[in-house]
């Protein structure tokens, strides 16, 4: 079932195989489990040679299964590597421009340049539009002015931020000084590079607050923080410019005519995490099936008189929890590859029509699928008895590294509505 990507996902097993110092145990404090994250992450790229980079965009199906096998050694790690690729490295290519992917690109390759994506705000989650980070143009020094006018607004779950980002990708609004009475005009949302640790003392920079998210259910390898902003000042070109762009005299160019089609093509731009998501759940949901049919075979409880045990496996009950759970496990596969299929497809093409497919169908299966998989790791771990209970048997940090899943990368409710 890897495909032609099998070679490149044994690679990285053999990898952390041969790299005990890089396995998770499975007692670990925050502060150690994230350092540890980041040793992972630094250890693949650097000594591993594994440079995900260049496929989010050249061949996204290669990506994904190098995500896939990462998200198998750690769901922490996993989600560290989408944070630095999919997300703030994703964002600079994809709603970037040229001038963008030469300056940024090596940098988040080799990753001396860990980054974030600061979308969410503290008020508001799924409700993006009404997100109040605001970036004000300074035509006097063309420069963006970047401010958090309240604490709904601070920035707030930020993967990378509380400990090891350098930068964010920060979502704000735009907003222009204007001749008329209203003397300023609000373009919507848009996104912009903002520096936050210094490159070389990794302190704040000056107008940043860091703040810390603290010990969560699950993903304890991942620095979640809380960034917020006093009249930060970045030069314009850090406004990541590919659908709405502002000249050296503070006039607005896009070439999409309202603020709602510029929003959803920022947004659609952004469906990628979404894909990688659904994927990365299939692959959570893989780990778990086979924990719990291997066991299931090899386990024994009760039997004829006289007679050897059976294997719990051969019970209605234990079938009837684990084989449509199987099957389903390879249906999923295979629509998360065909959803692949598309999403490279429609990164190559541009084809409208192909955009609203996968926008349909990324937020039907990343809702569908990891619904399921969260549901199944509960059933795996009963059905595999006590022992299912054993930290190191896996199924604790799968079920709550995995919970998050139905919510991040847009909420299963509110996704469902858009299918
Ligand atoms: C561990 C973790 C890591 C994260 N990493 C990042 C990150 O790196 N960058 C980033 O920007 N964000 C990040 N997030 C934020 C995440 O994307 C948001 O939590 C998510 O978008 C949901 O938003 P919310 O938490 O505000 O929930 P809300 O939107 O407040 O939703 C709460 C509840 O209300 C329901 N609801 C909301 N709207 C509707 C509606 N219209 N109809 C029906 N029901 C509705 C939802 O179904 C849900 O049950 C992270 C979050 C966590 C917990």
Not at 30 to 38: D, G, P, S, V, Y
Not at 157 to 179: E, M, Q, S, Y
Not at 291 to 303: D, E, H, K, N, P
């Amino acid at each position: 079932m890897r495909g032609k990507h099998r070679e490149i996902q044994e690679k990285i097993f053999d990898f952390f195989n041969s790299s005990p110092d890089l396995q998770t145990p499975t007692e670990i404090s925050m502060k150690e489990h994230r350092e540890l994250c980041l040793r992972q992450l630094l250890g693949l790229v650097r000594e591993g040679k594994i440079k995900p980079f260049r496929y989010v965009v050249e061949d996204p199906a290669k990506y994904f299964a190098i995500s896939e096998a990462v998200g198998s050694i750690d769901i922490s790690l996993g989600i560290k590597f989408g944070v630095q690729y999919s997300l703030w490295g994703g964002s600079v290519l994809n709603l970037g421009t040229k001038k963008h992917r030469d300056k940024y690109f090596d940098g988040i390759d080799n990753l001396d340049y860990l980054g974030c994506f600061a979308m969410t705000e503290l008020h508001h989650g799924s409700n993006v539009q009404g997100l109040q980070t605001v970036a004000t143009f300074d035509p006097i020094t063309d420069e963006f002015i970047i401010d958090t006018p309240n604490d709904g607004a601070i920035k707030w779950w930020i993967g990378n931020a509380a400990v090891h980002g350098k930068f964010a990708t920060v979502f704000a609004r735009l907003v222009l000084p204007t001749h008329d009475s209203k003397g300023v005009s609000d373009m919507g949302v848009h996104a912009f590079i903002v520096p936050i640790r210094d490159l070389k003392t990794h302190q704040p920079l000056p107008g940043i607050e860091i703040n810390d998210c603290g010990h969560k259910i699950g993903l304890n390898g991942v620095d979640n923080g809380a960034l917020r902003f006093r009249s930060v000042r970045i030069p314009r070109d850090n406004l990541l410019n590919r659908f709405g762009d502002v000249t050296r005299d503070g006039k607005y160019t896009s070439s999409l005519p309202t603020i709602n089609k510029r929003f959803a093509a920022t947004l659609g731009e952004l469906v990628g995490g979404r894909v990688g998501l659904a994927h990365s759940s299939v692959g959570i949901l893989k780990i778990a099936v086979t924990i719990a049919v291997r066991y299931s075979l090899l386990r024994q409880q009760f039997g004829p008189p006289k007679q050897p045990e059976v294997s719990i496996l051969d019970y209605q009950s234990q079938q009837h929890k684990l084989m449509p759970m199987l099957a389903s496990t390879y249906a999923f596969h295979f629509a998360t590859q065909y959803l692949v299929e598309k999403y490279s497809e429609m990164k190559k093409t541009h084809d409208e029509q192909l955009v609203g497919d996968v926008h349909a169908l990324s937020a039907g299966l990343k809702s569908y699928v990891t619904s399921f998989t969260a549901k199944s790791l509960s059933t795996c771990r009963e059905a595999c008895g006590g022992h299912g209970y054993a930290a190191v048997n896996r199924f604790g940090t799968l079920r709550n590294d995995h919970d998050i899943f139905q919510t991040f990368e847009g909420d299963n409710t509110v996704l469902l509505q858009q299918v």
